[in-house]
């Protein structure tokens, strides 16, 4: 144990041992130490040597701490190195702290400033001048540059040379086109104004076209004559060759400039021409959407059936094709048979099939391709009719009634249908309290029709009322509070007759109902507003 006390008191008698400062003194204690020793403060750095019996400071040692560019608000301590406007600056000042910005002598100081800028390199490039045969032009720096006289373009000499002729020295990759000139080219050559076909023209060089490009050659002297194209550019040969598809004016020149021009529209339009200049209007009709926007219109496209013969007319008029997708227009009246169909007027009109007795609707069609021919077809079908080949457009236009020999006669006016004579298409002595159905044999099936009716109608009770209307109304039974078509006044059976409109379904039917049994009805058609809508 006393061997170990004496190594300790040995070691701490060494020259080059430390003391360690605590943090809380602001020198080593004096009453410490032997000459040759050092005392080190780690939190601080500072380091004391002891001579003659005290310790002296030495100064502070530590490394440096890299902080990045300097932040006003961030604590700096000895040691500490932040960057400021490109020169780097160390803290100097034992005491740490913050909020003084660099150049502050008493916190900071230099570490390593900012070099100075260096000298300026050599000019790339001379000012450009005027090309000009005969001149020693040089490639680097500076490079010359040079205006061509004629084009304006900008070049830079590449490869150094004397001067000779600009396009072989150009063609020989002596110089760089650096900026094209908005200078066009111009030739001499004359030659006539004419579209189309192939022109070409002697022209000066050095203008920066490709092949490819659209030009219009026009006379100086009077610019109103023109030829343009697409064109072929031979810097060597210094020709243009243009293929002409487009011109105006005539004569002959010999003055042309060249201008670069945009590829024409297909058909451009002119304001004060109103869309005259159209050459498929119907087309552009289509191309508008009006046919969906005139969806239901009509005019004229009228049925005239006289009776007695095996044949009818339909006026001439114009309607939007079933679909809307294109309007069908029938220039002149067509008059047309009961035969199979077959284009023309004065022909057959039957879809398919052969003639039966009853109704036929009557159909304009047209033919949208070749010369888009317009004629017509009478089908069984209100809605689908076979069509002859190449007819897609179709549209209704109402009905004809063939008696197994001839077409009867109908009278049209307006939308209405009307017969001439009178047709009892009901004629019953049992109708009662139940809502009954009955089928009109002179009103055309597969549409939707409002019927012209005569209503005829008796019974041997007094005060008995009758409906007769549309099947699909709600079914109410015919009395004074709801309403009916008709009344028996009389005890004597003497009856009434009412002059209705009634709206049929596809099959033709109408409903009827009596508030007593054993009530008498019969019901004449007089005709039909057809609405036209299929």
């Known amino acids: 144990m006393i061997g170990d006390v004496s190594n300790l008191i040995a070691a701490l008698n060494t020259s080059g041992f430390f003391w360690f400062v605590d943090a809380s003194l602001a020198a080593p204690d004096p ?144 110089w760089l086109l650096l900026a094209q000139s908005a200078t066009e080219a111009t030739s001499a050559t004359a030659l006539a104004i004419g579209s189309p076909g192939t022109k070409v023209f002697s022209a000066v060089t050095g203008f920066a076209y490709q092949n490819g490009v659209r030009l219009r050659a026009s006379s100086n002297a009077s610019p109103t004559n023109w030829m343009e194209g697409v064109c072929l550019y031979d810097s060597v040969a210094q020709i243009i060759t243009m293929t002409v598809d487009k011109a105006n004016g005539v004569g002959t020149f010999g003055d042309w400039n060249f201008n670069r021009v945009g590829q024409p529209g297909a058909g451009d339009l002119t304001s004060s021409l109103n869309l005259a200049e159209l050459t498929n209007k119907p087309a552009a009709v289509v191309n508008l959407g009006i046919p969906g926007l005139l969806r239901g219109y009509q005019s004229g496209l009228k049925i005239s059936a006289p009776g007695g013969v095996a044949n009818f007319t339909l006026t001439a008029g114009v309607v939007a094709d079933r679909n809307a997708t294109d309007m069908i227009t029938l220039a002149a009246a067509l008059n047309k048979t009961s035969g199979a169909w077959a284009a023309g007027n004065g022909l057959g009109c039957l879809d398919t099939g052969a003639m039966t007795v009853g109704f036929y609707h009557v159909f304009v069609i047209r033919n949208p ?98 409906w007769v209307h549309d099947v699909a109304m709600v079914d109410t039974a015919p009395n004074f509070s709801n309403g009916a078509t008709a009344t028996e006044v009389t005890n004597a059976a003497m009856g009434n007759f009412s002059e209705i409109r009634v709206w049929t379904d596809t099959n033709a039917n109408v409903a009827a109902r009596a508030s007593a049994a054993s009530t008498v009805l019969r019901i004449a058609t007089r005709g039909w507003f057809d609405p036209l809508e299929v």
């Open 31 to 174: 009453s410490l130490g032997s000459d040759g020793q050092y005392a080190l403060q780690p939190t601080t750095g500072k380091m004391w040597f002891h001579s003659a019996g005290a310790w002296s400071y030495l100064g502070i040692y530590r490394g440096f701490s890299f902080r990045g560019v300097y932040d006003n608000a961030a604590t700096y301590s000895v040691g500490d190195v932040q960057t400021t406007a490109g020169t780097s600056y160390v803290w100097i000042n034992p005491a740490p702290g913050s909020g003084h910005p660099a150049p502050d002598a008493t916190y900071w100081q230099v570490l390593a400033s900012k070099g100075d800028k260096g000298d300026t390199g050599a000019v790339p490039w001379s000012s450009a001048t005027a090309w000009a045969t005969g001149t020693n032009y040089v490639a680097a720096p500076p490079a010359s540059i040079v205006v061509h006289p004629i084009n304006k373009n900008l070049y830079q000499c590449i490869v150094p040379h004397l001067s000779g002729n600009f396009a072989t020295d150009l063609a020989a990759g002596k």
């Open 369 to 466: 391709t070749g010369s888009g021919s317009v004629d017509a077809v009478i089908s069984r079908s209100a809605t689908a009719p076979t069509l002859p080949g190449g007819y897609t457009l179709f549209r209704r236009r109402g009905v004809v009634y063939w008696n197994g020999t001839v077409f009867s006669q109908l009278l049209v006016r307006g939308n209405e249908f009307i017969w001439p004579g009178v047709s009892i298409d009901v004629n019953v002595t049992n109708l009662g309290t139940a809502l009954t159905t009955y089928s009109l044999a002179s009103i055309p099936t597969g549409i939707q029709v409002q019927a012209i009716l005569t209503v005829i109608g008796w019974s041997a009770t007094q005060n008995v009322q009758w």
